[in-house]
């Protein structure tokens, strides 16, 4: 992508990209720059303290970063930037059953928040960050209200589709 980046995805692991890859694809869809790499908290602890500490530096408004298991990476990040940072908790395969990564992204601290989604919700990261772009910028806020549209439009058609069946939906 030609333009600067101004949402950086990161995640853990290669092993995250399976997942991770909805918030790229949903940026792309919204023609926002981004950047995707791999910053692990445990395994590359210092290249993990130089990305979170120049993103703002460097032009980035929102961090999404996404881990598994012993999920560190989101809320370590948060903790060296002011920036917003939106975490997905990752089925990992080092994960029990999601929960674990699940709550070592959510259960921050006081003073250091991290938005976290869904678990292997990052499509809704991407539609967030989106989101926080959007409150700035005109043409960003206006595919956003594109793509709601559509949404509403889906379940119109699924509730109509209903009621062609002779089955009430509700009222
Ligand atoms: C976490 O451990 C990563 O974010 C990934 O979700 C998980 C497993 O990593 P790999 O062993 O697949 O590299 O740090």
Known sequence: MADKAIVGIIMGSQSDLRVMREAAEFLEEMKIPFELTIVSAHRTPRR????????????????????????????????????????????????????DSIL?????????????????????????????????DKSVAKKLNQFKSTLQKKVEKSFQELETKGWKGTQ
């Open 104 to 136: 070592s992204i959510l259960q921050m601290p006081s003073g250091v928040p991290v938005a976290t989604v869904a678990l292997d919700g990052a499509k809704n990261a991407g539609i967030l960050a989106a989101q926080i772009i959007g409150t700035k």
């Open 48 to 99: 993990m303290m130089d990305y979170a500490s120049s993103a703002q530096s460097r032009g980035l408004s929102v961090i999404i970063a996404g881990a598994g298991g012993a999920a560190h990476l989101p809320g370590m990040v948060a903790s060296l930037t002011s920036l917003p940072v939106i975490g997905v908790p990752i089925k990992s395969s080092n994960s029990i059953d999601g929960w």
